[in-house]
T-cell receptor, first 113, second 114 residues
């Protein structure tokens, strides 16, 4: 009963490097999300996918791209990492956009030097 | 723009004290409201939610919240906190009309002293 699984859990990058955060859910949820969590700023939505085949920008999409690979998987890519992207990233899923209750992964701590 | 405000950033209480964490949102339309909790080193999990009906909702671990529409508030309460309630608490709002938005507050760190 894994729920939402994110990899990697920790990553250190140099400025300008690229990387992809992977997320998979096994709850047959339609909607998936990527958030970043920064001290004093709570969680901010980067991108979301209402259903397989669709993606939309959230509050802070600049510097990121996403792919909804299939119903289970939703990846987040940093093409050219910047120190401002140092954060904890959370993937989440929900049955549908309107139901609201989010199920979160354990988070990925990214440091950009 | 829609926003969620949690005015208490840090709260320190002794065990058995009562807790009330404030949450206010700015949005004139229909909303769904949530409280999430993040225990140290863990991911966020749902504490309780309000969609409609009785404005006083009960969640897990003895928590409850009251939706007051006229005040745009959804405050979290617990009559008697325990050391294990030490965590960060996030209020969240979904706007259900118009453009979809799922907005979190900045969080309140609660420390309960044994």
């Amino acid at each position: 009963n894994a729920g939402v699984t994110q990899t990697p859990k920790f990553q250190v990058l140099k400025t300008g490097q690229s990387m992809t955060l992977q997320c998979a859910q096994d709850m047959n949820h339609n909607s998936m999300y990527w958030y970043r969590q920064d001290p004093g700023m709570g969680l901010r939505l980067i991108y979301y996918s209402a259903s397989e085949g669709t993606t939309d920008k959230g509050e802070v999409p600049n510097g990121y791209n996403v792919s909804r690979l299939n119903k289970r998987e939703f990846s987040l890519r940093l093409e050219s990492a910047a120190p401002s992207q140092t954060s904890v990233y959370f993937c989440a899923s929900s049955e549908a956009l309107s139901t609201g209750e989010l199920f979160f992964g354990e988070g990925s701590r990214l440091t950009v030097l | 723009a829609q926003s969620v405000s949690q005015h208490n950033h840090h709260v320190i209480l002794s065990e058995a004290a009562s807790l009330e964490l404030g949450c206010n949102y700015s949005y004139g339309g229909t909303v769904n409201l949530f409280w999430y909790v993040q225990y140290p080193g863990q991911h966020l999990q749902l504490l309780l939610k309000y969609f409609s009906g009785d404005p006083l909702v009960k969640g897990i671990k003895g928590f409850e919240a009251e939706f007051i529409k006229s005040k745009f508030s959804f405050n979290l309460r617990k009559p008697s906190v325990q050391w294990s309630d030490t965590a960060e608490y996030f209020c969240a709002v979904i706007t259900t009309s118009g453009t979809y938005k799922y907005i979190f507050g900045t969080g309140t760190r609660l420390k309960v002293l044994a």
